[in-house]
């Protein structure tokens, strides 16, 4: 069985299409795990790039499904004229949107147009998802560690107290005492550049949670032939650096 999808968000219901030897049918999947569940290591997902769907497609190529991809702009060149518009049943334009029907197309007339899954290709998949983690993870961390600050820097000039004590009349010592006391509350590493564990129990948890994700980056890109065939011999360029490029750069 073929399978032809557009984009397959994880919890939202979704339409795939089905072609077997003998028939052709549209299909509703309430979500990513339930498109999951139809395939079998002797069927063929075809679908866009991006978004959901690169998870999408990881998964179904670690269970042996043949995974095909389809980039927004070879799509947008078989289409014809870059066209990002449509008109709707009214006869305005909107924002052109990619259905399952336009993919089955491109595979029905050129199929050369998909990227077939490879093991490299999973290789970069998991090394984005793994940096894609380290970076959420430390966006987190960053927006707790901005809310505190500005919280206790609103309180302290309020009240002429953090945490509890008192600040020194003197507008310098206080400025000193509270920047220390700050620093010490958020900071991940010390003046020397060390790891440090933050005083605040919310950021440290969320620090923990961090240096977890780094972690997992680290051995993902150690398992990774790819990625050492690609950094291994890199002098300065470390996992973090190198899932970073490697999560940018276009296929």
Known sequence: ???????????????????????????????????KALLKPEDTLCLM???????????????????????????????GNGKKHEENGNGEERKFKVKPSHVLQ????????????????AEVLEI????????????????????????????????????GKELPEDPNEAMEVLTETISKL????????????????????LAQKEEEERQRLDRTCKNSPFYKHLFGD???VGPALGARFISAIER
């Not at 397959?8 to 509703?28: F, H, Y």
């Not at 790039?49 to 070879?74: D, E, F, H, I, K």
């Not at 998802?129 to 919280?151: H, Y």
């Open 128 to 163: 984005s998802a793994a940096w894609q983690a380290v970076r959420d993870a430390m966006e987190e961390r960053k927006a707790a560690a901005n809310f505190i600050r500005a919280r206790t820097y609103q309180r302290a000039v309020v009240e002429n107290k953090i945490r």
């Open 49 to 79: 790039m991006g978004s959901t769907n690169a998870s999408v497609a990881l998964g179904a190529y670690r269970n042996n499904v043949a995974v095909r991809q389809l980039s927004m702009p070879r799509l947008m060149s078989f289409i």
């Open 186 to 205: 958020l900071d991940t590493k010390d003046e020397e550049g060390k790891k440090r564990v933050p005083e605040d129990p919310h950021v440290a948890f």
């Open 1 to 35: 069985m073929r399978y032809y999808a557009s984009y397959t968000p994880v919890i939202r219901e979704t339409e795939v299409i089905a072609v077997g030897p003998k028939k052709q049918k549209p299909i509703k999947v309430d979500n990513a795990f339930e498109l």
């Open 106 to 121: 491109v595979a029905e007339a050129n199929p050369e147009l998909f990227y077939s899954m490879s093991k490299r290709q």
């Open 234 to 236: 890199v002098e300065g």
